[in-house]
C-alpha cells in the first residue's frame, strides 16, 4: 500500500512537471495578452500590428527580455487596444487561477473525514444544535436516514454526530454559552431597572413557571428575554412559588432591589407568591379581560343558551366528515364562502366570538342544512338577532385585548383601556337590547377587578410617561398623585450616583397633533379614546424644576394612539426633557405575560416524538429557541 502511494505521488509531480515544459514551450504570447498587438520579423524584432512601429525587448539576451516597453507604447500610442489588453489580461489571470493544479495536501484535504476536533466539524457540530432548537425539531431527527444523506451530500468530510451527543454533550455547551450572553446583556450597567412577567403551565409530564425579563435600552429598544421555563415539583403553594421566583432572580444574578414590577396571572397562589416575597406586582390585564367577559357570559341565561346551542351545531361538523362535506356543497350553492364551523375553547373567550362570527357568516348555509339532514336545531330568528348584538359587543373588548397583548405593548395602555372600556359598556341603545344584563355584569366586573388600578404607581406612571395618554385618562386624584410620585422618583434619580445620564437627542423636530387620515376607519373604541384624550388638565404642586419640564411636557399635544410610537417619541426628545426621560425609559412596562407564546413553544417541544423530554432540557430548548435570534447567533 504504501509502495503504490509512492508511486501515484510521482506520477503525480510528472504530471505537473510536464504541464509547465508544455506552457514554456508555447513561449511568451500564451503568458501576455500584449502579444495580441505585437509580432516578431525573420530577426526577431518586434513591431506594432497597429502602427508598424519596432519596439524593443529591452535586452538582446532572451532570459532578460520583457514586455515593459510592449504595455508602454500600446498604453502612449493606442489606448483604446490599452484597455482592451488590460481587461483580457485580468479575466486570463482569474482563469489562470481556476485552472491551477491544486497541492498534494488540498487535493488530500478534499476527500479526507474531518476529526472531531476540527474546528469545522465543531462547527458544523453547533450548527446542526442551533437547527434543533430553533426549529423545534427532535433530537432523532439527526438519526433520519434524509437528514443524513442531505448533510453528506452538503458537506461529505463531516461526520454527524449521534442522537445522544446533541441530546447531552451539545445542548449543555451551546446552552452555557448562550446562558453567559445573556447575563451580560443582563448586566446593570445594561439594565438598572427590570420588569418581569410570570405564569405557570401543567403538561402531560411536567409542570412549568415561566420567567421572562422587559427593560429598554440606552438606544430606547425595547428588550424582551426569555429567562427560565423552571419544571415545578410538590405542592404549588404560595411559599414554594415566592421561593422558586427568588431562585430564579439568583440563578441570573438580579438582586431584588432592580425588580421594577411583576407582571403574573390572578391564580390565588401567584398572587400570594409575590406579595410573600414582597415583589412589587400586577395582575396581567389580557388574563383579568379573560375573566371579565366569561363573567358576563355566564351572567344571561338567554346567552348561555344560543352558546350552547352553537357549540353542539360546531361539535357536529367537528366530528363527522360526511357532514363536513355535505355543508361545502350547501355553501357552494348558496354562494357563501367555504369556512369550516369553528367551536368555542373554555381557555381563550376570543374563540367564543370568533365561533358567533362564523355562525353568522354561515346563517344560510346552516339552515339549510338543518332543514335537510337535522342533527342539530338552527337558532331562531330571535337568536341570531342576539347573535349580532354579541357579536358587537365582544369585537371592541377582542381589538383591546389584541392591543394589550402585543409583544411591545406598555403597562402605559391599561388604564386609558380600562376607562374606554367602562365607557364603552355604559352606553346602552337599540344595539345592547337583550344583552344588557350581560354588559351590566361585565361593566361590574371590570370596575371591581381594577378597582386598586389606580393605586399602582407603576401602572400611572406607565401612562403619565406615554406620549399617547399622559394624564388625559387620569381622575384629579390620580393625577396629584402621580405628580408626588413623579417628585420622589425624581429626586431618587438626582440622588443616586449610579443613575445613568440620559444621551442628548440628535435632533428635535415639533411635532404637531397628528390628524385622522380621512379614508381611516374609526371604530367605536377610536371616538370614545379620542373623546378621553382631548381634556387637558393644569400640573401644579412640584418642584419648580420638575414642574417646569413636567408642564412643557404635558401641553404638547399627544401622539397617535393607532400610529404613534412611544419609544421613537423619546429617542428623539430625551434631550428637551432629561428628568423624565431617564423615568419613562424604566417605567414603560409590560402590559400582559407572554405565557401563551412561550407555553406554545413548551408544547411544540413536548411533541409526540419527544414526550418524555426532561423538564430541563425542555428548558434549555425553550431558552435557546428565543434567544439565539435574540443574539443573533453570535456568542
Known sequence: MIHGDIINTHAYSFSVSLSALQMAEKGERCSSKVWDYFSKDSSNAVFCNICAANVSQGSIKAKQKNTSNLWTHLKTKHSEQYKEAQQESEVQKTLSVRTQQPTLSQAFDKVLKWGPSDPRAKNLDKKVMEMIATDIQAFSVVEGVG???LLAAAEPRYTLKTEKFYRTDKLHHVHAKVVIKIKELLAVENAKHIAFTTDCWS??????????????????????????????????????????????????????????????DSGANVVKGMRLVEMPDLSCSAHTLQLVVNDGLQAQRAVGDILAKLKRCATHFGHSVPAKQRLEQIQKDVGLTEHRILQACPTRWNSTLHMLQRMQEQKRALTVYSGDFGHFTCPSVEEWDLVEKLINTLEPIEEITLEVSKSDASASCIIPTIEVLK????????????????????????????????????????????????QRPLSDSTTKKAKTWLEKEADKQHQASSAATPKDAEGYSKKP?????????????????????????TVTGVSESLNEELDRYLQEPV???????????????????????????????????????????????????????TGSKAEMLCFLYYNLPLLNWQY
Open 147 to 149: 437528514f443524513r444523506r
Open 203 to 264: 403538561g402531560s409530564t411536567e409542570s412549568l413557571m415561566s420567567l421572562t425579563a422587559h427593560f429598554i435600552d440606552e438606544e430606547w429598544n425595547r428588550v424582551q428575554v426569555v429567562l427560565n421555563v423552571k419544571a415545578m415539583s410538590g405542592s404549588h403553594t404560595g411559599e414554594y412559588i415566592g421561593q422558586l421566583f427568588l431562585d430564579m432572580l439568583t440563578e441570573w444574578d438580579i438582586d431584588s432591589e432592580r425588580v421594577l414590577l411583576v407582571l403574573r
Open 423 to 470: 365607557r364603552f359598556l355604559e352606553t346602552q341603545g337599540p344595539e345592547t337590547r337583550g344583552i344588557q344584563t350581560l354588559r351590566k355584569v361585565m361593566l361590574d366586573s371590570l370596575t371591581r377587578r381594577f378597582s386598586k388600578i389606580a393605586e399602582s404607581k407603576e401602572a400611572v406612571l406607565a401612562c403619565v410617561l406615554d406620549p399617547r395618554y399622559k
Open 513 to 537: 397633533r397628528m390628524e385622522k387620515s380621512l379614508d381611516q376607519k374609526q371604530s367605536v373604541l377610536d371616538h370614545l379614546y379620542e373623546d378621553m384624550l382631548q381634556s387637558q388638565q
Open 559 to 613: 401622539l397617535d394612539r393607532k400610529t404613534g410610537d412611544p419609544l421613537q417619541w423619546w429617542r428623539q426628545n430625551a434631550g428637551r426633557f432629561q428628568t423624565l426621560a431617564p423615568l419613562a425609559r424604566r417605567f414603560l412596562t409590560p402590559s400582559s405575560v407572554p405565557s401563551e407564546r412561550v407555553f406554545s413553544t413548551v408544547g411544540a417541544i413536548y411533541q409526540d416524538r419527544r414526550s418524555s423530554l
